[in-house]
T-cell receptor, first 111, second 112 residues
Framework: DQQVKQNSPSLSVQEGRISILNCDYT??????FLWYKKYPAEGPTFLIS?????DKNEDGRFTVFLNKSAKHLSLHIVPSQPGDSAVYFC??????????FGKGTSLLVTP | GAGVSQSPRYKVAKRGQDVALRCDPI?????LFWYQQALGQGPEFLTY????????KSGLPSDRFFAERPEGSVSTLKIQRTQQEDSAVYLC??????????FGPGTRLLVL
């Protein structure tokens, strides 16, 4: 049973605009959330994370928002750049080690 | 410094063959993880080591899958009598014991 869901398989955004990637989860025990970025033929690369005690975490162009009551998190990329084109995975854990991943959203940033 | 490395990067096996996939974690990382990523899916947790101790193997799909980390550094994931459904990318990750896991490039296994 998929506990982490990314309902948009793909997203296309113009360069310079905001990219918003969404993620929903069903397990209320999850206490740590991460976003990974993946290029073809490479492993996932850690992007940003957030603890369940926070509702926002920012790192440069990347911001993650957590809405615990809605069991929803989102990743905002501002401004989007062509190099951001990749597959983005949302992951969550309550064990401190086993990550539960969504299926990913393929982001395409067009010039 | 060097990241997580995995070998081979690609492996083609005939159904019924045994395969061994190797993971070299980041130096000093005590925790090591294996994930399986099927086509079009996100990675799925297989097993977890803390040093040489395998603390969780609940994600291993069957008893044909076996993982070891005898000296607490390099790990090997072995799949016996491979089946077509074992075709996937096998990812290894490591960390210092905190949440952020750092992944290797993966081994793409194709079982014919």
């Amino acid at each position: 049973d998929q506990q982490v869901k990314q309902n948009s398989p793909s997203l296309s955004v113009q360069e310079g605009r905001i990219s918003i990637l969404n993620c929903d989860y069903t397990n209320s025990m999850f206490d740590y959330f991460l976003w990974y970025k993946k290029y073809p033929a490479e492993g996932p690369t850690f992007l940003i994370s957030i603890s369940s005690i926070k509702d926002k975490n920012e790192d440069g162009r990347f911001t993650v928002f957590l809405n615990k009551s809605a069991k929803h998190l989102s990743l905002h990329i501002v401004p989007s750049q062509p190099g951001d084109s990749a597959v983005y995975f949302c992951a969550a854990t309550n064990s401190g080690y086993a990550l539960n991943f969504g299926k990913g959203t393929s982001l395409l940033v067009t010039p | 410094g060097a990241g997580v490395s995995q070998s081979p990067r690609y492996k083609v096996a005939k159904r019924g063959q045994d395969v061994a996939l190797r993971c070299d974690p980041i130096s000093g990382h005590v925790s090591l993880f294996w994930y399986q990523q099927a086509l079009g899916q996100g990675p799925e947790f297989l097993t977890y080591f803390q040093n040489e101790a395998q603390l969780d193997k609940s994600g291993l799909p069957s008893d044909r899958f076996f993982a070891e980390r005898p000296e607490g550094s390099v790990s090997t994931l072995k799949i016996q009598r491979t089946q077509q459904e074992d075709s996937a990318v096998y990812l290894c990750a490591s960390n210092l014991g905190f949440e952020t896991q750092y992944f290797g490039p993966g081994t793409r296994l194709l079982v014919l």
